[in-house]
């Protein structure tokens, strides 16, 4: 067997012995970068950036009669809070979703967020 084989027999064996955790969040990155999108662990708060990853949980937080939806993508390196202001619902912002984000970077409470992001919801491939 060439070095091809070798690389397949190894990729298997990693599959059939890797935690799935592990696997989506490596999965989570490759689509990630073949989308242009940052690693969330490499993002600066002040940045613009876009980053790709999955809905993890979604909440409506009345604050002060002023709604906020909030919603946590993972991309498989670390979570980022998107957060909408004024918004009780967004239609397909929902767990489980692969989502696309942009805006400016910032730091709440020492999690990174995302305000009021542009975003792209992404079709399951």
């Avoid at 708060?45 to 993508?73: D, I, K, Q, W």
Wanted: aromatic share 6%; net charge positive.
């Amino acid at each position: 067997m060439g070095s091809t084989g070798g690389g397949y027999w190894r990729r298997l064996v990693r599959r059939l012995t890797s935690d799935v955790n592990e696997l989506d969040a490596a999965d989570l990155s490759r689509k990630a970068e073949a989308v242009g999108a940052m690693k969330a662990c490499d993002c600066q708060s002040g940045e613009e950036v876009t980053v790709l990853g999955r809905v993890r949980s979604v909440e409506l937080c009345p604050r002060n009669a002023a709604a906020t939806l909030e919603a946590e993508l993972y991309d498989g390196t670390e979570g980022v809070m998107l957060v909408w202001l004024g918004r009780r619902k967004i239609a397909g912002i929902e767990p489980g979703r692969t989502i696309k984000a942009r805006g400016r970077m910032a730091v709440r409470e020492g999690r990174k967020v995302l305000y009021n992001p542009y975003y792209e919801l992404q079709t399951t491939s």
